[in-house]
C-alpha cells in the first residue's frame, strides 16, 4: 500500500478520499487555491500545498504543478477525484512518465473511452449493443445520406464529446444541416475537435448506469445499477440504486455488457458504464465514464463496498478480493445533490458564506459535505456543496428517510436546491418510480403550491416556520459576528498544522 497520497481535487471528493486514505493507513496530501486555504478538505489533510490563485485553470488544472507537488512531497500516487483531471490522459501519462501513479485507468484506456466514435467501434467489436447509429465521423454528406436511410429523429453527437455537450436534436430532416453546422462550430470550441456522428434518437430513455471495479489481476466486477434519469440540464439531480422497472433478468444482462466493455478496453480502477433504457426495457451502451462519481455512494450503500479504497488498492496492485457472486443488493439508496443554487431564481449560483449549517443525521443517512458552518462558498467551482444519501430496507424507506433528513438540513446565509428536492420528493411519479429523463422539464418546471396539507396544518407550518427562522437568523447574526470579531474563520480554533503549506508558491 502507499505510505503518501495526494488529492488532486477539493470539496466533498476530496474529504471523501481522505477519509479513505485514513482508514488505510495512509497519509493524505492536500492542494488547494487562495480561495480554499481554508476548506474542509485542507482540513482533514495531512499536510497541504498551495497551487495557485481561484480559477482551476491556474490551479488545480496546472497539471505540471499537481504532478510535482506530488514528487516533491514525496506522494506515491495521485487520486484525481472528478472534474478537473480525472478524465485527462495526458495527466494520466504525465503521472505515469514521473513515476506517480494516477489513481484510474491508463491515458490510453482513457482516450479510447474518451473518443465517443472509438468508444462505439469498441463496444460493438466487444458485443456490447450501442445506440443504433454510425460508427465514423460524417461528413455532411454522409450525414444527409445516413438521415435519408434511416430516417429522422436523430441525434447529432460530437465525437469527442459527453454529458450532453455539442449535442442535438433532429426531428425534421431540413433542420440537418443547420444542426450539423451548429454541433461542429460547438464542438470545434469546446474540445478542439469538430468530429460528429449520428444516432437514432432514444424516446423517453431512463439513464441507467452501472458500476464496474476493476484489477490488474484479471478480474472484473459490476456493482449494480444506479438510476440517474432525474437531470435538469444534463445535471443530475437525484440519482437512486437500485434502478426503478429492474428485472433480474435485466440487470445481469446490463451487468454483464458492462463488465464486458470494461474488459474490452482493459479497464482498472472504478468506472461507469452509461445506458439509455428505452421504455420496452431495451438498453443501449452510450458511454463510459472513467473516474469515480458524484453518486458512486449510492452504491456503497447498497453493496457495502467502499468504491473508493477498492480504487486505491488496485492501484496499489493489490487484487479486488471479492467476486461476483459475493456481491448483492441489500435495500434502497438515494441521493439528493445539494446545490449551492437558488431553485426559485432560475437555479442561479448563490455564493455566499454560510451561516448556519446544521446537517441531518440518524439511522441511514449519510451526509458527504465539503463545506462547514463559516465556510464560503465561492463562484470559482461547482456549486455542488453536499451530497444527502438515504438508505432504507425498501425504496419507500430510503424516500421517507431522505424527506426528514431534507426536512432536518438546515443551511442558512446561502440558497440551496433543498426544496426543490422536497417537491420531486412528494411528486406522485417519483414516488411511483415512474420517470424518464424529460420528468424535471415536464413535472417540475412551475412552483407547486399544492403541498397536500389542510388549511390548518398549512397555518401551523408557517407559524412554526417562522419561529425557527426568527430564531435561526438570531443564531447567524451571533455567528457571523462571532466570526468577524475573531477576524477568522471559526476552524482556526482548532489550530491544525499550517506549516508546510505554501512551499511551491
Ligand atoms: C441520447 C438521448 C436520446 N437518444 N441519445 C444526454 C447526455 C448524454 N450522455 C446523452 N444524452 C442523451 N442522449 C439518443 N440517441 C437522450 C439523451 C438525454 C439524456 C440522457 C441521460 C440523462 C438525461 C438526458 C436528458 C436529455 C437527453
Known amino acids: ?64 504543478r499537481v504532478v510535482e507537488t506530488a514528487r516533491r512531497c514525496g506522494a506515491e500516487a495521485i487520486h484525481p477525484g472528478y472534474g478537473f483531471l480525472a478524465e485527462n490522459g495526458a495527466f494520466a501519462d504525465l503521472c505515469a512518465e514521473r513515476g506517480i501513479v494516477f489513481i484510474g485507468p491508463s491515458g490510453d484506456v482513457m482516450r479510447s473511452m474518451g473518443d465517443k466514435v472509438t468508444a462505439r467501434q469498441t463496444m460493438q467489436r466487444a458485443g456490447v449493443r450501442i445506440v443504433p447509429g454510425t ?130 478496453v482493459g479497464y482498472r480502477g472504478a468506472g461507469t458504464c452509461e445506458f439509455l433504457v428505452d421504455p420496452k426495457g431495451e438498453f443501449y451502451f452510450l458511454e463510459m465514464n472513467t473516474r469515480v462519481q458524484v453518486e458512486h455512494a449510492i452504491t456503497e450503500e447498497i453493496t457495502g463496498v467502499d468504491i473508493v479504497k477498492a480504487m486505491i488498492r488496485v492501484a496499489a496492485g493489490e487484487p479486488l478480493g471479492f467476486d461476483q457472486d459475493a456481491l448483492s443488493i441489500r435495500g434502497h439508496a438515494i441521493e439528493a445533490r445539494i446545490y449551492a443554487e437558488d431553485p426559485d431564481r ?64 438546515v443551511v442558512k446565509g446561502i440558497k440551496t436546491s433543498i426544496p426543490f428536492h422536497q417537491r420531486v420528493l412528494r411528486h406522485p411519479r417519483f414516488l411511483a418510480g415512474h420517470y424518464d429523463t424529460s420528468f424535471i422539464e415536464a413535472h417540475l418546471h412551475e412552483v407547486s403550491v399544492e403541498d397536500g396539507y389542510g388549511e390548518e396544518r398549512r397555518a401551523a407550518r408557517m407559524l412554526a416556520a417562522v419561529a425557527a427562522y426568527s430564531r435561526d437568523k438570531s443564531r447567524a447574526e451571533r455567528a457571523s459576528s462571532a466570526t468577524s470579531a475573531a477576524g477568522e474563520n471559526p476552524w482556526k480554533a482548532f489550530g491544525k498544522r499550517a506549516a508546510m503549506r505554501g512551499w511551491l508558491r
Not at 32 to 53: C, I, K, M, Q, T
Not at 189 to 196: E, I, N, Q, V
Not at 232 to 238: A, D, P, T
Request: net charge neutral; hydrophobic share 40%; glycine share 8%.
Open 346 to 409: 432560475n437555479f442561479a449560483p448563490s455564493p455566499g458564506e454560510i451561516l448556519v449549517y446544521r446537517p441531518p443525521g440518524g439511522m441511514g443517512i449519510r451526509v458527504d459535505a465539503g463545506v462547514y458552518q463559516g465556510a464560503r462558498v465561492t463562484v470559482h467551482y461547482d456549486p455542488m456543496v453536499a451530497k444527502l444519501v438515504a438508505w432504507g430496507q425498501d425504496r419507500p424507506e430510503a424516500i421517507d428517510r431522505l424527506r426528514r433528513a431534507l426536512a432536518e438540513f
Open 135 to 264: 460508427t465514423e465521423r460524417l461528413t455532411d454528406d454522409q450525414a444527409e445520406a445516413w438521415v435519408r436511410e434511416v430516417g429522422p429523429p436523430v441525434m447529432v453527437k460530437a465525437s469527442a464529446g459527453g454529458g450532453g455537450k455539442g449535442m442535438r436534436l433532429v426531428r425534421d430532416p431540413k433542420q440537418l444541416r443547420a444542426a450539423l453546422a451548429r454541433a461542429r462550430g460547438e464542438a470545434k470550441a469546446s474540445f478542439g475537435d469538430d468530429g460528429l456522428y449520428l444516432e437514432k434518437f432514444v424516446e423517453q430513455p431512463r439513464h441507467v448506469e452501472i458500476q464496474v471495479l476493476a484489477d490488474g489481476h484479471g478480474n472484473t466486477v459490476h456493482l449494480f445499477e444506479r438510476e440517474c434519469s432525474i437531470q435538469r440540464r444534463h445535471q443530475k439531480v437525484i440519482e437512486e440504486a437500485p434502478a426503478n422497472r429492474m428485472t433480474p433478468e435485466l440487470r445481469a444482462k446490463m451487468g454483464a455488457a458492462a463488465v464486458a466493455a470494461a474488459e474490452a
Open 1 to 64: 500500500m502507499f505510505k503518501k497520497v495526494l488529492i488532486a481535487n477539493r470539496g466533498e471528493i476530496a474529504v471523501r478520499i481522505i477519509r479513505a486514505c485514513h482508514e488505510l493507513g495512509v497519509q493524505a496530501v492536500a492542494i488547494y487555491s487562495d480561495v480554499d486555504r481554508d476548506s474542509l478538505h485542507v482540513r482533514f489533510a495531512d499536510e497541504a500545498y498551495a497551487v495557485g490563485p481561484p480559477p482551476a485553470r491556474e490551479s488545480y488544472l496546472v497539471m505540471e
